[in-house]
C-alpha cells in the first residue's frame, strides 16, 4: 500500500488555517478544444503545461490559495501517471492519477496555487487533460 498525503485540516481559527469557499463546478481547461492557454493542443509524453487558474474563466480571485480539482485523462493509450502541482515549485514524486489501461479517468486533488496562481501538470504520455473547479481555499 502506498499513501500519499496532499494536506490536512488545521483547527478553526488558527493562523494557518484556510476557508473553503464553493464553485459552481467549472471547466477550467480541456485540452481536447481549440489551441490557447486553456485548450488545445493535447498534451505529450512528459510534457508539462501551466495553467494560471485564476486566468480561467471560472471566477477565481488571485487571492485562492489551493483549489479543490476534479482532473480527468482521456489518453491515447497507456497513461504511467498525471501529476499536478503548484508552479513555481519542484516536482512532487507523487501521481495524482494514473491511467494504466488508457481507460478515461478522472480523480479528484487538492492542488496548492504557484506563481501567479498557476499549476502545473505532467504527463508520462500522450492525453488529453480536463481540468474542473469545485472551489477553492483562502483565508
Known amino acids: 500500500m502506498i499513501v500519499d498525503i496532499n494536506g ?3 483547527p478553526p481559527g488558527g493562523t494557518e488555517a484556510l476557508s473553503l469557499y464553493p464553485l459552481t463546478p467549472c ?3 480541456d485540452t481536447r478544444g481549440a489551441a490557447g492557454l486553456f485548450g ?3 498534451m505529450t509524453s512528459s510534457a508539462t503545461r501551466t495553467f494560471p487558474i485564476p486566468q480561467s474563466a471560472c471566477d477565481v480571485p488571485a487571492t485562492a490559495l489551493a483549489y479543490s480539482l476534479n482532473i480527468t485523462v482521456v ?3 497507456p497513461l504511467d501517471y498525471l501529476t499536478a502541482w503548484p508552479a513555481g515549485e519542484a516536482l512532487p514524486l507523487v501521481s495524482t492519477l494514473n491511467s494504466y489501461t488508457g481507460s478515461v479517468t478522472a480523480n479528484a486533488a487538492i492542488v496548492s496555487a504557484g506563481v501567479s496562481g498557476a499549476a502545473n501538470i505532467l504527463v508520462s ?3 488529453d ?5 469545485n472551489g477553492y ?3
Open 8 to 10: 490536512y485540516f488545521a
Open 137 to 139: 481555499f483562502a483565508r
Open 129 to 133: 487533460v480536463i481540468i474542473d473547479i
Open 27 to 29: 471547466r477550467v481547461a
Open 75 to 77: 489518453p491515447q493509450g
Open 125 to 127: 504520455n500522450a492525453t
Open 40 to 42: 488545445g493542443p493535447s
